[in-house]
């Protein structure tokens, strides 16, 4: 790396924590949570989600701390904790959800776009065209220099949240509280089976808007000072909180639990249109644009920077490890963005394909972020730590938690994408000199393949859908 680089200040990292997390789930997550769960369930599985985020976020900021050698942040842990198969596996997830991501990004994107012109509808032909074009302008942007593309991030970031902030200011004053204490806990009285399983609907949507909590440190290489690293991810992390938790609450008091999972998306504008007219529907829809730009940017940056990582760190293949004369990630950008390309073609066979590529990219970085928490354990014990030991044990269970949350559906589906991994693997391994498996890592790839065969028969025999 050129020692005249520019590096990313402690703002600049903060607005990649942030812009990463505020994308378009923000915009439509009074829908998403009350699709499947009713108030009482909402709140339990904040505090869920609060309690879980937060040690991970901890799990992050320490191991930035204390092993600032292991610069590529989610799958160096791993793999310093578990091996190299185990490195590749996060990384190669992280990788998958990152770009998928982004394709939830473009349905929800060309939806909101279609408010102001309606031949695009977020499922349609024109949507995939007017997708594509921006998903190579993005490209184009990121290869004049990560740099320039964080700065552009980072202006995004404070545009986006203006319309937010006056949705949870106008919220307050229209908050209804009988509203809000109708069907609290749902079918009428507090049933804790019942609950449960509502709190477990709300765990992929509530994992969905946090994912970037790990930004800064998949490119802490870039940062000013390694010190700042730790303290955006843990700012990001709590400001997001804070207006994740405002925008559904205050949903839940402005309308019911039936109007609100019957809402189009982006559903905070159809709330906001309910309380001031049209002008707020305009106003959250053109906010949206900004968000999902924004969201877009800083995903692609992330899932472009962490496989050029991975593969100067001989996880992923060399290919993915060349620059470009601005020290762009130029060959791993390309790979992304074609895979991004061919997934656009879920827009036409999908029933959701927002809720689709949201699911499978939050079961994608479920073994990413388990691996970073069981890491922190590891690492806590060896140095005799008490607090981070108790703190990474609260963040591997959260993690255990979201995999038995998840269902079955996204998980075997998500294995198929994994199983598809270890050709990749075995090619890496080969290029840098290096056995394949051990032993014991062939049980583990085994078992990806038997639940990516599983998927694929239960998607022919219409056993799950997409």
């Keep these: 790396m050129a020692e005249n680089e520019k590096k990313l200040g402690l703002f600049a990292l903060i607005a990649l924590v942030v812009g990463s997390m505020i994308g378009g789930g923000a915009f439509n997550i009074a829908t998403d949570m009350a699709s499947g769960a009713s108030t009482g369930a909402i709140i339990l599985g904040w505090v869920i989600t609060g309690i879980g985020m937060i040690c991970l976020g901890f799990c992050f900021q320490n191991l930035t701390s204390k092993r600032p050698d292991l610069e590529g942040g989610v799958f160096s842990y791993a793999k310093a904790g578990f091996g190299d198969y185990w490195g590749f596996n996060s990384a190669w997830g992280y990788w998958l959800s990152a770009w998928l991501g982004n394709v939830a990004y473009a349905t929800l994107l060309f939806s909101s776009i279609g408010y102001f012109f309606p031949i695009f509808d977020g499922q349609n032909v024109a949507s995939i065209v007017g997708a594509s074009v921006l998903l190579w302008a993005v490209v184009f942007l990121i290869l004049g220099g990560v740099q320039s593309a964080a700065l552009v991030n980072t202006v995004v970031t404070i545009a986006k949240l203006v319309p937010i902030f006056l949705f949870i200011i106008l919220g307050i004053f229209a908050f209804n509280i009988e509203q809000f204490n109708v069907d609290f806990w749902g079918k009428g009285e507090f049933r804790l089976s019942d609950v449960l399983g509502q709190t477990k609907s709300t765990m992929l949507v509530t994992l969905w808007v946090f994912i970037g909590i790990e930004g800064a440190v998949v490119l802490s290489s870039r940062a000013e000072n390694k010190k700042d690293v730790g303290k955006a991810t843990i700012i990001g992390l709590v400001s997001t909180l804070l207006i994740y938790v405002m925008i559904s609450l205050l949903s839940t008091g402005i309308m019911s639990k039936e109007e609100l999972a019957d809402l189009k998306s982006p559903s905070m504008a159809y709330v906001l249109e309910s309380v001031v007219g049209p002008w707020g529907a305009t106003f959250v829809n053109l906010g ?47 790979i992304t963005n ?129």
């Design 338 to 466: 074609v895979l991004i390309q061919v997934f656009l073609l879920t827009f036409l066979f999908s029933d959701k394909p927002y809720n689709f590529a949201f699911s499978l990219a939050s079961s994608a970085i479920l073994v990413p972020y388990l691996f970073s928490a069981l890491y922190q354990v590891k690492y806590s014990m060896q140095e005799k730590e008490t607090k981070q030991t108790a703190i990474g044990i609260v963040a591997s269970i959260y993690g255990a938690w979201l995999l038995y949350a998840a269902g079955i559906d996204y998980l075997v589906l998500t294995a198929v994408l994994y199983a598809l991994g270890i050709f990749v693997y075995q090619y890496a391994q080969k290029e840098h000199g290096k056995k394949a498996f051990k032993p014991f890592e062939l049980v583990w790839a085994g078992l990806f393949v038997v639940f990516g065969i599983l998927a694929i028969f239960m998607l022919t025999s219409g056993k799950i859908s997409i």
């Design 288 to 334: 949206l644009i900004i968000s999902v730009l924004g969201a877009w940017l800083g995903w692609t940056l992330l899932a472009s920077e962490l496989p050029y990582l991975a593969a100067k760190d001989g996880v992923l293949p060399k290919l993915f490890a060349k620059e470009n004369k601005n020290k762009a990630p130029v060959n791993s950008l390309i």
